[in-house]
Every structure is written in structure tokens, then in C-alpha cells.
């Protein structure tokens, strides 16, 4: 992916959630099937800097997005992921996207 | 004589020289220590040359997990650029040992959030990590933990360690833990069970318990 | 991080709890296993397939128990339930390396098949390993799966498509050597 090229959505999602305070890592938000994880392995493998781990789902009432994070112990995970959750609320309402209907956003590790 | 070992000008005196192994083969004799020496062969069993060859091939077998051994002590085999794995590992992991979603509040439509009861276990093994002379081995979150406000407890095994106060331990432990759950997610804690496994006792005396 | 007493405590404490603990899906442990056995199950598939594969091979082998370990019902022994896996993986790789190369064809030999030649063996088990390293691939291969992992004739004959007389006669050749630089030692 060279520099002229705008990043996806889920690239840029993926991005900002791993630059929101007391966010430090991004999970897979698929379930991983042994295939998958195969797939994983190869893709780290070739490209170590983390692909689309948060997911854009369109439907036709809306979009969805669904997220996996690791957490710092610091903070409390509960004020860590409301806050993961808004900064993906204000990229859409921000840049005038229509706001997705549903934002989901899990958190499967503290520390 | 074992400092400076010195390799025999002929090294030729090998046990296993098949001319003078009684007509029996290295491979027969290979057999037969394979097949533990059973059915006993009279022609091997008596045969001086051939008992020499079967102590040299039993002896060979002895050192043989040494030599892998050795050679894992010998900086070649160190694993390197082992990051990767670990970031696969952690992504396999996390949603391996996710098990139930525990609901976390937000008042923004269409906020789904919550928090993985593999997170929270992970917290509390951390809790026992962070104290001295225990170790939690298994944690459990027992009771409705999808339901906001519904009981729940939380059952966990650990082993200590000699010379510890099990029960100002165990109190401390169960504090500690009502404190860091109650830092990162809302749940209606009812109770921390721990079940000490006593390290004292043998493994047979353990299982026993 | 700093390391505090508990920790270190599980960096001590026995192949069982520590795979406990990994079967329980903290990572950290199973982190730990993987310092404790990395090196030997690297030394042990480097005699199956080779060195310059054995990294490749021990990291899937790791992703696998990782994913596999909450299904071993006596965590006690961990360690040999991951060198069984090892040996899965090195046969793998070696029956995906044979479907893609002539039978006739052995410029696949890693010239480098074991440790550093260059110093004097400083003990019985460095000869032996550099004698091991001299083996023709096959012997090597055959030798390690019996001696090391314990496989019998058949099941050798069978993960490595020969026959059992060939297998037989590897062993004898391998032994052979061996013996030889064994008794040359003493």
C-alpha cells in the first residue's frame, strides 16, 4: 500500500482505535476458524503491521461495526471501551458518514 | 583419561564390526534389542561377541536423548523472532478463552459493549500473580453473567506456598479480587470462593484430596 | 514490567501448573512453556527435517498446543505431548517437501545439518551429535524417530514411505556409526 492510496475503512478504524488512550491491542473481531487462523498465521507472517481487524458489516438498515481490543490495567476496562466506543461514534459523525446503527465493541484482555 | 580423550589411531575396534559379530547381523541384533530381547534367542544370548554388540547398542540408546539435549544447550537451537508468534498466540488466545460476554453500560444508541469473562478470569489470576506465594491455577465465573445485576461468584483453586497464614492470605486474596473486578466491569459479586490446593502433599496425596 | 514475587513464582513452578494455567487461557504461561522447551523441540526437529526448517516447524507447532492444550486431559505431561506434536509437524513438512521433489533428487541435503563443526567435541554427547549431523539425512531421520520419539519399524516405515527393510538397514547403518564414535570416545 503505497502513500497516494487512502487506507480503507476498516484500516482507518483499526488505526484509530489503536491510538485511543488506554488501548493496546486490536483482536481479530471474526471468529477464528482453524482456516483462518492458518491464514493468520501466513498474513503476520508476510505483513507484521496488523490488517483489518475491525470490522465493517453493511446491512440494509445500517452499518456495523464490531471491534476487539486489549486493554492497560490502569484504567478501568469499562471507561477504556466507552471511550473506544465514542472515538469510532465521532469518526462518523465527524467526517459526515451516516453514524453507524450499531457499534460493538468488546474487551478481551486487561493488561 | 577422561580430560583429554584422544581418538585411537584405528577406530576400527567397533563393536559392532560386522565380521566379528558370530554371524549375526547388526540388524538382526538391532531387532532383537527393539523387540526388548523377547522371544529369547539362544544363539545371541549366547554369543560373547554378539552380548558385547547389544551392550554397545543399549548403551548407545541410553545417551541418545542426551545428545538432542546437548544440542538444545548449544546457542544454534535458541528460538528467535519469536514476536509474531506471540501476537498470534495472543489473538488465538483472547478469542479462544473469551467464553460469555459480561455486559458493560453506555447510554448511546446503538452502543454495544461489553467485556469477555476470559478478560475478567485473566484479571483475577493477575490479582494472585501480584501476590507472594500463591498462584492461581483455575478461576471460574459462576451465575448469570449476561444479565446485568444478576449474582454471580467467582470460584477459584490456587496453590500456595510453605510457611504462609492460609487464612489471612486467602482473606487478603478475596479482597483484592472484589477490588480489581469492581475497577474494570459492573458485576454483582455475591461471593469469592477459593479452594487451596496444598502443595505440601505429594501429587498421589493431592488427587487423594 | 517489574517482576514481582508472583510471577516469578510461576516461572519456577512445575510443567502442570504451568500448563494449567496455559489450558486456562493465560498466555504468560504458556510463554513460559515455550522458553522451557523451545530450544530442545528446535534441536530435536533440526535431526527430521532440518535446521534451517526447525524454526518454521516448532512455531506451528506452538500455534497448535496453544490451541490444542485445553483438550490434554494429564497436563503433567505437557512435554512429551509437544514433542508428539513436533514430530507431526516435521513429518508434514517433510511429505510436503517430498510431493514437491524427484525421488532421485538429494541436493536438498543441508550441508549444515547440525552444529558448528569447527571447535573439538568436549564431550561424548557433542561427538555424538556431530556424528549424528554426518548421517545421510535418512539414517538421521530413521534414528531420531527411534531413538528420540520412540517409534516402532512399522510406524517409521509408515510416516516416511520406505519400507520396513529399508528402515531396517538405516537403523543398522546409523547405529553402526554411532557405536562406532561412541566406543571412539573412551
Not at chain 1, 2 to 29: C, F, Q, S
Not at chain 2, 19 to 32: C, K, N, V
Not at chain 3, 58 to 82: H, I, K
Request: glycine share 6%; charged share 30%.
Amino acid at each position: 500500500m503505497n502513500d497516494e492510496t487512502p487506507d480503507d475503512l476498516p484500516t482507518e478504524l483499526t488505526r484509530l482505535l489503536r491510538n485511543t488512550e488506554g488501548v493496546h491491542t486490536i483482536y481479530a473481531a471474526k471468529p477464528m476458524v482453524p482456516a483462518l487462523v492458518e491464514a493468520v498465521v501466513e498474513a503476520v507472517r508476510n505483513d507484521p503491521v496488523g490488517m483489518h481487524l475491525v470490522l465493517v458489516n453493511e446491512h440494509e438498515d445500517g452499518t456495523e461495526i464490531v471491534a476487539s481490543i486489549g486493554v492497560t490495567t490502569d484504567e478501568s476496562a469499562s471507561v477504556v471501551c466507552r471511550r473506544a466506543h465514542d472515538a469510532l461514534r465521532e469518526f462518523f459523525s465527524e467526517s459526515g458518514r451516516p453514524v453507524p446503527r450499531e457499534i460493538r465493541v468488546s474487551v478481551g484482555r486487561v493488561g | 583419561m577422561n580430560d583429554h580423550p584422544q581418538r585411537p589411531v584405528e577406530a576400527d575396534n567397533s563393536s559392532l564390526d560386522a565380521a566379528h559379530l558370530d554371524g549375526h547381523s547388526i540388524e538382526s541384533l538391532s531387532d532383537y534389542l527393539d523387540r526388548g530381547r523377547e522371544p529369547r534367542d539362544p544363539a545371541i544370548e549366547s554369543s560373547a561377541a554378539a552380548q558385547h554388540a547389544l551392550a554397545a547398542l543399549a548403551r548407545l540408546r541410553a545417551v541418545a536423548p542426551k545428545i538432542i539435549v546437548a544440542d538444545a544447550e548449544a546457542e544454534e537451537f535458541a528460538p528467535r523472532n519469536d514476536h509474531w508468534v506471540k501476537r498470534i498466540l495472543d489473538q488465538i488466545g483472547v478469542q479462544a478463552h473469551a467464553g460469555r460476554d459480561i455486559p458493560i453500560s453506555h447510554d448511546i444508541e446503538g452502543a454495544v459493549l461489553s467485556i469477555s469473562e476470559g478478560a475478567i478470569r485473566a484479571v483475577v489470576r493477575e490479582v494472585g500473580d501480584s501476590m507472594e506465594g500463591l498462584l492461581v491455577e483455575r478461576c471460574k465465573l459462576e451465575g448469570d453473567v449476561e444479565s446485568p445485576g444478576a449474582p454471580v461468584e467467582i470460584h477459584v483453586e490456587l496453590s500456595t506456598f510453605d510457611g504462609l497464614d492460609l487464612d489471612e492470605v486467602t482473606a487478603e486474596f478475596r479482597e483484592r479480587v472484589e477490588q480489581a473486578v469492581r475497577l474494570h466491569v459492573d458485576l454483582a459479586v455475591t461471593q469469592v470462593t477459593v479452594r487451596v490446593r496444598d502443595t505440601d502433599l505429594s501429587e498421589e496425596e493431592g488427587r487423594a484430596k | 514490567m517489574v517482576s514481582l514475587p508472583g510471577r516469578d513464582s510461576l516461572s519456577e513452578a512445575d510443567d502442570r501448573t504451568i500448563a494449567t494455567r496455559a489450558a486456562d487461557g493465560d498466555i504468560r504461561a504458556f510463554e513460559i512453556l515455550m522458553r522451557r522447551y523451545g530450544s530442545l523441540m528446535s534441536a530435536y526437529a533440526a535431526r527430521i527435517v532440518s535446521p534451517s526448517e526447525a524454526e518454521d516447524v516448532v512455531q506451528d507447532t506452538f500455534v497448535t498446543a496453544w490451541q490444542d492444550l485445553p483438550t490434554l486431559e494429564n497436563l503433567g505431561s505437557v512435554r512429551s505431548w509437544l514433542i508428539t506434536i513436533v514430530t507431526r509437524k516435521s513429518i508434514d513438512r517433510l511429505r510436503a517437501r517430498r510431493s514437491q521433489e524427484s525421488l532421485d533428487d538429494h541436493e536438498h541435503e543441508d550441508p549444515s545439518a547440525g552444529p558448528a563443526e569447527s571447535a573439538a567435541a568436549s564431550s561424548l554427547s557433542e561427538a555424538l551429535s556431530k556424528a549424528l549431523s554426518s548421517l545421510p539425512e535418512d539414517q538421521r531421520r530413521c534414528w531420531t524417530l527411534r531413538e528420540i520419539a520412540g517409534y516402532g519399524y512399522q510406524e517409521i516405515a509408515e510416516q516416511l514411505d520406505l519400507p520396513v527393510s529399508t528402515v531396517r538397514g538405516l537403523l543398522a547403518r546409523s547405529r553402526s556409526t554411532l557405536v562406532r564414535e561412541m566406543e571412539a570416545w573412551r
